[in-house]
């Protein structure tokens, strides 16, 4: 894939292809089973740098997700997720990252809530995390139940998630507490 290819199609991701959200994670596993590599586990180590790489293709390059037209229901569906209090601390994604960024929690500073960065490394770890991965380890740090692993409900936030970021610059990999 030359390199313009892949910043154009790595700007547009998550996509939404038949009905279903494409991930840059699951953009990258459909590419492995098309050049007939053997599929990786959703969060295998080898899967979330071969992320990293992408992204970084695109770095300095801003985020354009589609939001409009035959998707325009999707991150709205995203977005009511990440609105919906959660687990034992009764709080939303929302709550935690609009109205207490900044502020810290278990010791860790809370964030806008921005993806641009994704997959980054994480310094508490020593590990490159995808999205999907920090979404479910925010959500077991606020004592809630994680959403499974490559659910649509998980696709539905990394869209919106990402979404946010349309118009600021790619800086993959980034660090992270």
């Known amino acids: 894939m030359r390199r313009t290819h892949a910043v154009a199609l790595l ?28 599929a990786l586990p959703a969060d295998h180590p080898d899967r979330v740098a071969l992320g990293s790489f992408v992204r970084n293709l695109a770095i300095g390059e801003t985020v354009a997700v589609r939001t409009t037209g035959a998707v325009e229901a999707l991150p709205r569906r995203g977005e009511a997720l990440c609105s919906t209090r959660r687990g034992l601390i009764d709080m939303s994604c929302l709550h935690r990252h609009m109205l207490y960024t900044g502020r810290r929690v278990r010791g860790q500073i809370i964030s806008q809530r921005q993806a641009i960065g994704f997959p980054v490394y994480r310094l508490a770890s020593g590990e490159m995390t995808s999205l999907q991965q920090r979404i479910r380890q925010c959500m077991t740090l606020m004592r809630a139940e994680p959403l499974p692993t490559g659910s649509d409900q998980n696709a539905l936030l990394e869209l919106y998630i990402v979404s946010r970021g349309n118009g600021l610059a790619i800086e993959t990999p980034a660090a992270r507490y």
């Open 11 to 38: 700007l547009s991701l998550p996509a939404t292809l038949a009905a279903a959200i494409v991930t840059l994670q699951k953009q990258i596993e459909l590419c492995r089973e098309n050049g007939g590599a053997p």
